[in-house]
T-cell receptor, first 111, second 115 residues
Framework: DAKTTQPPSMDCAEGRAANLPCNHS???????VYWYRQIHSQGPQYIIH???NNETNEMASLIITEDRKSSTLILPHATLRDTAVYYC????????????FGKGTLLTVNP | DTGVSQDPRHKITKRGQNVTFRCDPI?????LYWYRQTLGQGPEFLTY????????KSRLLSDRFSAERPKGSFSTLEIQRTEQGDSAMYLC?????????????FGPGTRLTVT
């Protein structure tokens, strides 16, 4: 699985959009980008995934660059409850095997 | 609540004792995973079951660790002769076996403290 690079921490004001970047320059053609988050003292929670097209669901949007070497997770209107560690993971899709987590980005949403 | 439950939520034990954790996955999920998370780190994969078959084990899973999923439903993770380095959060996750299923559902974890 390709390695990812994320900033260790970010701040965002409540109600504003949070844009979390991820670099995955060694991604292969059959690898998907997944995002999970972990709120303090809870297990990780799936957010969204994509291959090469931009994706949106009720939680977030995922923007993947055309060369697929980086992506951005967008939380359109961050709330205090979005304060969490966000993990960007690159993995072959459909296999449903293990997830390889890095250290992620601690997003702090401030009132 | 994701539907994955773990028991106990917290366990304090003395070095050298054996401990066992239980995970109950979402009932229709045939895949079950164990991860370990230490402070400040992301979760690390330990092992994975498809139904009752243990298909992959990490090198992190030393001989003191054993996991079972006897009837393809709940799973147990046992640590024998615990060491202080075993102190961590132990997370269980489950997923459907379908090719179209991408999401793993995590339980709340069992926090182990070895004194």
């Amino acid at each position: 699985d390709a390695k990812t690079t994320q900033p260790p921490s970010m701040d965002c004001a409540e109600g504003r959009a949070a844009n979390l970047p991820c670099n995955h320059s060694t991604i292969s053609g059959n690898e998907y980008v997944y995002w999970y988050r972990q709120i303090h003292s809870q297990g990780p929670q799936y957010i969204i995934h994509g291959l090469k097209n931009n994706e949106t669901n009720e939680m977030a949007s995922l923007i993947i660059t055309e060369d697929r070497k980086s992506s951005t997770l967008i939380l359109p209107h961050a709330t205090l409850r979005d304060t969490a560690v966000y993990y960007c993971i690159v993995r072959v899709g459909g296999s449903n095997y293990k997830l390889t987590f890095g250290k992620g980005t601690l997003l702090t949403v401030n009132p | 609540d994701t539907g994955v439950s773990q028991d106990p939520r917290h366990k304090i034990t003395k070095r050298g004792q054996n401990v066992t954790f239980r995970c109950d996955p979402i009932s229709e999920h045939n895949r079950l995973y164990w991860y370990r998370q230490t402070l400040g780190q992301g979760p690390e994969f330990l092992t994975y079951f498809q139904n009752e078959a243990q298909l992959e084990k990490s090198r992190l899973l030393s001989d003191r660790f054993s996991a079972e999923r006897p009837k393809g439903s709940f799973s147990t993770l046992e640590i024998q002769r615990t060491e202080q380095g075993d102190s961590a959060m132990y997370l269980c996750a489950s997923s459907l076996g379908a090719v179209s299923s991408y999401e793993q559902y995590f339980g709340p974890g069992t926090r182990l403290t070895v004194t």
